[in-house]
């Protein structure tokens, strides 16, 4: 039997406290008396019984860059991605770079932490692939090319400094090098090349816009024709656009508490400062520049 406390309308000469308690009471009981709910701890080890399946802690994995030339015939490459898909390695990206004798195709894989590089060139060797390179990739590499090739030419476009830049972001680890047309004496340099550039495997001789010769060299990964194609459009778009400078400056703060912007500056900057910054007039203060700067130098405004 069980007896439940009833709600007592509150008289006068009852506290309205006890009351409310005695209202209380009688909710409660209503409800399973604590600790009667099965922990948290008891519900999975009822769940393991009845069989339900176990979570697991993801599996560590590493990002890797990887390029195999195989022969351009049907199936070569399902037979590349049946080798990485056997050792559980994704294929995040896929790029085709065609050969005159062949296809090179460019991967962006993530496999499993343990699985050594050495394996991965091992499997692609038994699926038929050859001169395979492997290297470690990192979050950067996750934007497909489209998008980072727009992002370069918009670099580019903004700014003719960005147009190196550019380059080393495109083709990773490479070395770029940048030949004037003359020398400081004067004397024209025979290192101008074609208008349509030179590719030799590890390098790649493209012709300035501002003069002279871009020189890209790679010496561990040859440069595909697409590649160099991709190169070509960068320089050329540099090239129609023509000399440009961004007008925007950094405002800095001296420790004395001055604002002071800092600019890109061109030849237009001497001729503002007539008797003061010119070959002609010795500069009166540190920071006036005696000579005519090159295309992208750096300048200090207001003061000269």
């Given amino acids: ?18 009351h409310e308690l005695v209202a209380w009471w009688s ?10 709910s099965p922990s948290p701890a008891a519900d999975a080890h009822t769940a393991h019984a009845a069989g339900a399946p176990e979570t697991t802690d993801p599996e560590a994995t590493t990002l890797w860059r990887m390029r195999a030339t195989v022969r351009d015939e049907p199936g070569t490459l399902a037979a590349l991605c049946a080798a990485l898909a056997g050792r559980r390695v ?24 343990a699985l050594p590089s050495t394996e991965l060139s091992d499997a692609v060797a038994a699926a038929g692939g050859s001169d395979t390179w492997v290297e470690r990739a990192d979050a950067h590499d996750l934007v ?25 972001q495109l083709f990773g680890r490479c070395t770029i090098h940048s030949v004037p047309a003359k020398s400081f004496s004067g004397r024209s340099l025979e290192s101008t090349p074609p208008a349509e550039g030179v590719l030799e495997e590890t390098v790649m001789r493209l012709r300035d816009p501002s003069g002279g010769a871009i020189i890209i060299e790679r010496p561990y990964l040859p440069f595909t024709p697409t590649e160099f ?8 778009l540099d090239a129609r656009l023509g000399p440009r400078i961004p007008h925007d ?3 800095l703060t001296l420790p ?30 540190s920071g006036c520049a005696t000579t005519a700067p090159s295309a992208t130098p750096t300048a200090t405004s207001p003061i000269c």
């Fill in 229 to 236: 194609a991709r190169a070509r459009a960068l320089v050329e």
């Fill in 27 to 36: 909710r409660r009981q209503d409800h399973a008396p604590p600790g009667t």
């Fill in 144 to 168: 497909d090319a489209p998008t980072r090739a727009l992002t370069l030419a918009t670099r580019t476009a903004l700014d003719a400094a960005e147009l190196p830049l550019a380059l080393r």
């Fill in 90 to 113: 994704d294929i995040l990206a896929l790029q085709t770079h065609p050969l005159t004798d062949g296809t090179v195709d460019e991967f962006l894989l993530r496999a499993p932490e």
């Fill in 256 to 285: 004395e508490g001055n604002a002071i912007t800092v600019r890109r500056a061109d030849v237009g900057d001497l001729a503002a400062r007539p008797g003061r910054c010119t070959p002609a007039a010795p500069p009166r203060r």
């Fill in 249 to 251: 400056g950094d405002v």
């Fill in 1 to 18: 039997m069980t007896f439940r406390a009833t709600p007592e309308p509150p008289s006068p000469r009852r506290p309205r406290w006890r």
